[in-house]
């Protein structure tokens, strides 16, 4: 989430495993990794909202003074077996709990915020094992020096945290890894996944580093093409299935920007100059996607002016919840530090598609999927760049087209797959797909990792 500023802007119960700790209290663990100089992990195993599975929260320590939170679920379905999950949310510098508390975690709140409750009908623990964590520091519970500039600069400690959890609880370790995300998770999840690939590559026989078992990657209503991207934004907003929201005046604004937006955005990925993609952010965040702002509608969803409630946030923030998952900070759901570092290498128009493309061509599965109402990351861009996209076995996927997607006989969506990439249009949705369509959207995370989506 947050895409808008970024376009601008003691026994382990249930363990089944013997874990190298040390007790600091008599609920809280400290792991020191072996394999990973000056890196550590301390948890609790707190009980909310899902009590029937084992449960790992606390800090990672993943670099030089950087403390990732984390939040960890086993599958509610044969957890030894399961697949593990990485999800994160975007911003650049919003919090992983967004996706737990309002999306596809087993965690929900009641109205005021002061109770925890089980996501029943969109829970993706219902499948899978859920890894949720925030990043970079002093994003949510996280904390630290903060000294992430860019996209390629978290890679390495977000692979950190992964080898650091397997080397902790070892039992994970050979589950097939899906990177799951969403909005700025468009850069974050081929970027991370790609340096997951690459590190994967270059293991010796005899190195201790965990050979992660990377099957896919999946990304919602991202930010991943900028270039082919920008130019759907006045269709989203004056021409989609829902319906213009602007004047004429503005649309036709919004249409004359375009040429200029596109030649520096090439400029951009031609240089990979700082000065060349500043230039190229500033202007089409102010003159294509930033006109929108006088629609009056929700940047995630043109349907409203309303946002999705965040009352979870009361709720991980009372002293209570913090004690019982380890949280030593109080909570943050985006930070504006953390976003404003990326802003100064203008991380956000860079162009990650390449990645994708090289992740298809070592056999990693993609799904992209989007909310048809979404407007910052919309479906039509997003459809677009996977159209456009260059890797082996493309042409399978090009000569596919968009077929009606079904939920219990009911359609609810388009899909469109070949060689192993997959696009999911979701009806009736926004930015956060899960919020609006939980039931869709866990069976399209179920039928992916089955391989069964299409």
Known sequence: MKIKSLLSLLPFVGA???????STAADTHIFVSQNTANHSLTFKQPKLCDDTVVQYSGYLDVGSDEHYFFWFFESRKDPDNAPFTIWLNGGPGCSSMIGLWQELGPCRVNDDGSKDVYNTEGSWNTVSNMLFFDQPSNVGFSYGADNVHSTE????????????????????????????????????IPAFADYVLKQNQGLSSSSKKVNVNLESIGVGNGLTDPLIQYQYYEKMACDSSYGSVLSD????????????CVELVKKCYKTDDTDDCSNADNFCGQNIEGVYENSGKSYYDVRTSEAIPSTYIKFLNSESTRKLIGATQSYEECSNS???????????????????????????????????????????????????????????????????????????????????????????????VPWYQPKAALQMFTDHLANKLQ
């Not at 890679?155 to 902790?168: K, R, S, T």
């Not at 260059?390 to 996927?397: K, V």
Request: net charge negative.
């Open 338 to 432: 953390a976003g404003s570092k990326f802003a100064s290498t203008a991380d956000d128009v860079r162009n990650f598609a390449p990645k994708v493309a090289d992740l298809l061509n070592n056999g990693v599965r993609v799904l992209l999927y989007a909310g048809d109402a979404d407007y910052i990351c919309n479906w039509y861009g997003n459809y677009a760049w996977a159209g456009q996209l260059n890797f082996t076995g493309s042409s399978d996927y090009q000569s596919k087209s968009l077929q009606g997607w079904k939920v219990d006989g009911k359609e609810v969506g388009q899909v469109q797959s070949g060689s192993n990439l997959t696009f999911v249009r979701v009806y009736e949705a926004g930015h956060e």
């Open 153 to 188: 600069e978290a890679a390495p400690l977000a692979y950190n945290l992964i080898q650091v959890f397997f080397e902790a609880f070892p039992k994970y370790k050979n589950q097939k890894l899906h990177f799951f995300g969403e909005s700025y998770g468009g850069h974050y």
């Open 249 to 260: 005046s503005d649309c036709k604004q919004m249409n004359a920007s375009v040429p200029q």
């Open 16 to 22: 089944t495993f013997a874990l190298p700790s040390v």
